[in-house]
Every structure is written in structure tokens, then in C-alpha cells.
């Protein structure tokens, strides 16, 4: 039995390795990176190091080879090219005989949702149901990590700014659906054509999250309700991409709508506990 996870570089990818690890043996582990050399510090602890890229069909089925489960996690592009590219790593490990795959998806996903990455993971997730094969869905709600990016700011000029209104999200440390990621992969059977809504056990709005920065530095910051038009501006000038501050302003749009405010007792089913609140995970971070 051997299982992948592709994208083992990345912020997700590596957690899911580092928890994985505590659950199997190394040599039971593969992962398909697009820059194998990035990953030798993994092939150092005796996993099996893969070339692989969603873009190239022949290179993944073979990095797919002699694979049982496999971890395919979302990449990041604009709709069309990440839905291609899925596509491609869904049709590489049915033809490399992976029998079962397990994917990373948004919690709630639409076609037609204001946070417009949604629409990729649903065609994902139809689009694994369809391959015939096993398959476990991880619907992981935002990370509480990207609030990290607006605390410099915050407490330069005590302003913790987002067009959020009022909106409640029900946002999850990376950490926990990392773990949540490796307790499916190394007991995949228990998890056969599951889906699993993986939210944090509370809905916070950004007025709660100012506070949390506020009481963990001792410092005043209150949220900003930031016109939607100015925020984007702001994302445009960091050198994000359009599709991203797209997706992050309909993000917003939809909180608002109540999109991502309901709790779910998933991860504590996976993880038995409960996943780290905003505010802990807020306080730990800002410590280090």
C-alpha cells in the first residue's frame, strides 16, 4: 500500500507529509512534486521523491504508477487552467490504477458562488465522482493562517481592514486540515466516498478577529469595513494576480450571504478534538 501527495512542497502539502508521517512508514509515501530537488529533504527521510505536473498527462500518470491513494491538492491558476488541470491528474490516476483519490475542495461548493474558485471545485469533485474510482472529499473552509497577511498593517496604524461587514467565517488553521488530510490517507478505507466539511468550531466575524489580535499584542486594533472597490485596489497593488483578487473580494461578498458561517463537527470526528480556534491559533502565531 502505497500513498501520494501531490503538491508535497507547499504550505498544505508539506503538513500533510509532516502529519502523514507520524501515522506511516516513509517508505509507504510518495509524493509528485514539479520540482523534485525542492523536495530533497523529504527524499532524506526515505520518501519516494516523483516528478510530476498537472499540466503534463503522461508525466503524471507515471508519477501516479504503483500508487493505492492518492492526495490531489488544489493548485493555484485561474478557473479554467485549474480545472483543466485537475482534470488531467484525475484521468492520470485513473490511468495509472490508483484506485483511490482524495481531494481538496472548498466547503459549499457552487457553480455560480460569488467566491469564484468555488466553481473549480466543484467541477473537481463531479468530476472524480464520475471517474468511477474511490474517493474521499476534504471541503476545507479558509484558512486562519491568511489573516496573518493583515496584522503588520494592523498594527502600524491599529486598523485590521476588509470589506466583511458583519460576515461570519468559519476559518480553520492549515495545520488542522493538514492533519485531518493525513488521518484519511493513512486509514483510507474507513473513508470510502466520504465527504467531509472541515470547518473551525466557531464562525468569527473580523470585528472578533481585531480583538483577538488587539488582546494577543497588547496593542488597539479594530476592524475596518474597506469598501470592496478599495480593498482590491489594495490586492492589485501587492502584484496579486486578477483572479485572485476576484476570487477574494466575491469571497467577502459571499460571507455576507452567510455562506461560510455554518459550523461543522467534521474535523473533530477526524481528528478527535476539536480544531484550534481563531483566537488560539491568532495568540500562538503572534507569539512566534
Not at 498593517?153 to 493525513?182: M, S
Request: glycine letters at 8%.
Amino acid at each position: 500500500m502505497k500513498t501520494l501527495i501531490t503538491g508535497a512542497t507547499g504550505q498544505l502539502g508539506s503538513l500533510v507529509v509532516a502529519h502523514l508521517l507520524n501515522r506511516i512508514p516513509a517508505s509507504d509515501i510518495a509524493v509528485s512534486v514539479r520540482t523534485p530537488s525542492k523536495a530533497d529533504d523529504l527524499a532524506t527521510k526515505g520518501i519516494d521523491v516523483r516528478h510530476g505536473d498537472f499540466d503534463d498527462l503522461a508525466l503524471m500518470t507515471a508519477a501516479f504508477k504503483d500508487i493505492d491513494t492518492a492526495l490531489i491538492i488544489s493548485g493555484e491558476a485561474d478557473n479554467a487552467t485549474r480545472i483543466a488541470q485537475h482534470r488531467t491528474a484525475v484521468d492520470a490516476a485513473k490511468a495509472a490504477g490508483v484506485k483511490h483519490l482524495v481531494y481538496t475542495s472548498i466547503i459549499d461548493p457552487k457553480a455560480d458562488a460569488d467566491f469564484t474558485y468555488s466553481a473549480i471545485h466543484l467541477d473537481t469533485e463531479n468530476y472524480i465522482k464520475q471517474s468511477g474510482l474511490r474517493y474521499t472529499l476534504l471541503r476545507n473552509s479558509f484558512y486562519a493562517d491568511l489573516l496573518m497577511a493583515g496584522v503588520p498593517h494592523a498594527l502600524e496604524t491599529g486598523d485590521f481592514g476588509a470589506p466583511a461587514g458583519d460576515a461570519k467565517i468559519t476559518y480553520i488553521p492549515r495545520n488542522d486540515l493538514a492533519e485531518a488530510a493525513a488521518v484519511v490517507l493513512a486509514t483510507p478505507e474507513n473513508h470510502i466516498n466520504a465527504t467531509y466539511d472541515l470547518t473551525g468550531g466557531k464562525a468569527v466575524t473580523h470585528a472578533e478577529i481585531a480583538s483577538y489580535i488587539a488582546a494577543a499584542t497588547g496593542k488597539p486594533v479594530s476592524h475596518v469595513d474597506l469598501p470592496a472597490e478599495i480593498h482590491s485596489g489594495i490586492l492589485t497593488s501587492l502584484g496579486l494576480p486578477g483572479h485572485l483578487v476576484e476570487a477574494l473580494a466575491g469571497l467577502y461578498v459571499g460571507a455576507k450571504k452567510g455562506d461560510y458561517e455554518t459550523v461543522s463537527k467534521d474535523i473533530e470526528r477526524l481528528l478527535g478534538r476539536p480544531a484550534e480556534s481563531v483566537e488560539a491559533f491568532l495568540k500562538r502565531a503572534l507569539a512566534s
